[in-house]
């Protein structure tokens, strides 16, 4: 770790505490969990390869970056419209520029009794109640992930959506995440909490784009509590430009008889990482943890998971597949953890990718450790370029190379978008699925 | 102009010499023939002319309406008019019949310059000629190939060499693995695109299917060569007297 990658931070939340303008900053526990952030952080530095959990993902591209802090963006962005995965019409959205909410950009329209979406600095002053407790309280093992820390010690704003107790939103509900910079490279630490009440049922979409040149880091932290009964479906995109770092840290408890249902595809990013961390802590608990990820060129997309069947009776499938092309990179590093008397658990996790250049490179690491002796659990990984034969049946039916080959990797990653259990939402992803695969570069 | 000559022609897979100096020729409107034992090289010669991979061409010429074409990718094959039924059809799992096909046909306009079929007449098209090969038309919902069974699969084949509409066809073994009433609908199907324009190349272990699809020439093949040519009765010749005569020894 170089101190100097550490030291632009170190001013920037010195010049922001100093100044007072953080939203929050008058309550204790906020002004307290940004101190032992930075704190932590320094302790910490940015992660060496030499760190287990990095050990395929270097970072050294973004520590040579400078960021400067992402101010709010007054000035138009040139954007004619704000892009859509459910279309413009439809359901309800949030808007967020560079970590910040954009009220005037989103249209929540009407949401039901007892939804709540706001941004983070709005709950602060509406609700900061349920910040003090839920904040940094979900989130568990978080102590040696720097980008948590970095994460507390400057958080501004976010996502809060609260779904009550037994109400359901039948729209998904769409996040746009859009990363925006021109002229100097921008950081923000958006900080997003997600509460799904006993019995609710909700949709939300996370759609992360990028516009502009320079580099962006995000660095988004996440916790939900999914609770008894409820069913929240959580799905993104990350299409952000090649010149963006996007790094995603989440924590979810899903109580007894709930479900989380997650999907993931990357296809942007200069180097992305999601690190997202399961824990099912009440009996029946149930999760998807799926994804897939297209990249190219020298991008470089990390999934690092983490699912702890923290009790009997819980059930998972996570699926992970994508194809590479260019010198494109991936990691998919899944743990798989049952703890002693989580008996009868119910663990599948795959990991499948296509490599289509002979520079493309996945490294795969599964982990399980399993402490109960009643479960059923498995893993599986492949990584190969595509099948000759059904290249050659597809070639002989006067099928164009670059056309065969665009519809075998379209049909083995539709196997896991199929996952998406919304039909427009799946055919919005599967469409993203088929744009990157038309810009191919053979 | 021949439709196709073959002109000792050689070939190998991994260092090993399968087709051995083969000689064929055949006239548009014409159904040829080829029979002989196993592992003689006839699906080696199917799968050379329409340039699978793993095949190195060491000697000969091939030439399609007197352009060669061992040097053609085999999409620019298909595109010329070249189709093969596949002895062992490929399962494409998440494709479905109707976007391989479509996929398949418009490619092959474009190539030749002509226009798109469009979405409606493309499935008219389609539906016309399920009902003449006999095949349901839910299969076309299904993945290519995909737990058809084996009977399915071959009727599959000559279903896209009918959507296809190829100068010429090579049927490898499409008669294996099917009833006697498939056996019949197959080979309906098969003549129905005879024509003057089209020729066939029909290899097959069975002198039954010839007695539907009649063929003008039929010819041995033994160890990577054709060594006996004749009419439509040689088959039956070989079906009662084996390959014994041509140095094979009979199976135990
Ligand atoms: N990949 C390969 N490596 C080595 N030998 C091969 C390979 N593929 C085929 N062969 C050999 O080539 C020879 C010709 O095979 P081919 O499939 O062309 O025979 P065939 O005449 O079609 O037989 P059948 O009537 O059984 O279908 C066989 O001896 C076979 O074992
Ligand atoms: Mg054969």
């Known amino acids: ?442 | 102009m021949a439709m196709l000559e073959i002109k000792d022609l050689r070939a190998e897979i991994e260092g090993t010499e399968i087709l051995k100096g083969l000689n064929l020729s055949m006239d548009p409107g014409e159904v040829h023939a080829i029979m002989g034992p196993n592992g003689s090289g006839k699906s080696t010669l199917a799968h050379v002319l329409t340039g699978r991979d793993g095949y190195e061409v060491t000697g000969g010429d091939a030439l399609f309406q007197g352009q060669s074409i061992l040097e053609m990718e085999p999409e620019e094959r298909a595109a010329v008019g070249l189709f093969l039924a596949f002895q062992y059809p490929v399962e494409i799992p998440g494709v479905t019949m109707t976007t391989f096909l479509k996929e398949a046909v418009n490619s092959i306009r474009k190539a030749r310059g002509e226009d798109e079929l469009d979405a409606m007449k493309f499935t008219k098209q389609l539906r016309e000629r399920c009902k003449l090969l006999n095949i349901p038309e839910d299969m076309m919902r299904r993945s290519v190939n995909t737990g058809f069974s084996g009977g399915e699969k071959k009727r599959a084949e000559v279903l896209q060499m009918a959507a296809l509409e190829p100068k010429l066809a090579v049927l490898d073994e499409t008669d294996s693995g099917l009833d006697i009433d498939a056996l019949k609908t197959v080979a309906d199907g098969v003549n129905r695109l005879r024509s003057p324009e089209r020729s066939m190349l029909v290899i097959t272990h069975y002198q039954r299917l010839l007695n539907y699809i009649v063929p003008d020439h039929v010819h041995v093949m033994v160890k990577g060569q054709i060594v006996k040519s004749g009419g439509k009765d040689l088959a039956h010749e070989l079906e009662a007297e084996g390959y014994a005569q041509f140095g094979e020894e009979k199976a135990a």
Not at chain 1, 36 to 45: A, K
Not at chain 1, 217 to 243: C, F, S, W
Not at chain 1, 371 to 386: K, P, Q, R
């Open chain 1, 1 to 442: 770790m170089s101190e100097s990658a550490l030291q632009p931070f170190h001013e920037q939340y010195t010049a922001l505490t100093n100044a007072g303008s953080l939203p929050g900053s008058a309550l204790p526990w906020l002004s307290n969990l940004r101190e032992r952030g930075m704190t932590r952080f320094d302790e910490l530095g940015f992660p060496t390869p030499r760190v287990e959990k990095w050990k395929y993902t270097n970072l050294r591209a973004l520590e040579r970056q400078v960021f400067h802090p992402a101010t709010t963006m007054t000035a138009s962005l040139g954007l004619d419209r704000v892009p859509t995965l459910i279309g413009e019409q439809a359901g309800h959205r949030a808007v967020f520029v560079n970590g910040r909410f954009r009220a005037e950009m989103s249209s929540l329209g009407r949401l039901p009794k007892g939804a709540k979406v706001m941004s983070f600095a709005q709950a602060l002053e509406a609700e900061p109640n349920l910040l003090a407790e839920e904040i940094d309280q979900i989130a568990e093992g978080q102590d040696e992930q720097p980008f948590y820390h970095l994460n507390c010690a400057f958080m501004q704003d976010g996502l809060v959506l609260h779904v009550e107790e037994g109400a359901k939103i039948e729209e998904p509900i769409e996040v746009v995440y859009l990363a925006a910079a021109d002229d100097e490279s921008l950081a923000y630490h958006p900080r997003h909490l997600i509460v799904a009440g006993k019995n609710s049922e909700a949709t939300l979409v996370e759609h992360h784009v990028g516009i502009g040149e320079a580099n962006t880091l995000a660095n988004h932290v996440t916790e939900i509590r999914v609770e008894p009964g409820a069913k929240l479906h959580h799905y993104k995109l990350n299409a952000e430009t090649d010149a963006a770092f996007h790094v995603s840290t989440l924590h979810a408890r899903v109580q007894e008889n709930a479900f989380y249902d997650s999907f993931t595809l990357t296809t942007g990013g200069q180097l992305s990482r999601n690190e997202p961390h399961v824990k099912l802590e009440g009996s029946f608990a149930d999760a998807r943890l799926n994804g897939a990820y297209l990249q190219r060129g020298k991008q470089h997309c990390d999934n690092t998971t983490l699912i702890e069947h923290a009790v009997p009776d819980t059930h998972c499938r996570e699926i992970f597949k994508g194809a590479l092309e260019g010198k494109g990179r991936a990691v998919f590093a899944g743990k798989l953890h049952v703890y002693p008397d989580a008996q009868r658990t119910d663990g599948n996790q795959l990991s499948r990718c296509l490599l289509l250049s002979n520079q493309a490179e996945i490294d795969t690491k599964p982990e399980l450790e399993i402490y109960a002796d009643d479960v059923v659990c498995s893993h599986g990984c492949t990584a190969g370029e595509l099948e000759k034969d059904p290249l050659f049946y597809l070639r002989s039916r006067g099928i164009p190379f670059p056309v065969a080959r665009r519809m075998m990797v379209e049909s083995f990653l539709a196997e896991v978008v199929q996952e998406i259990t919304t039909e427009d939402l799946r055919q919005a992803f599967l469409d993203r699925v088929t744009d990157w695969l038309s810009r191919s570069e053979q």
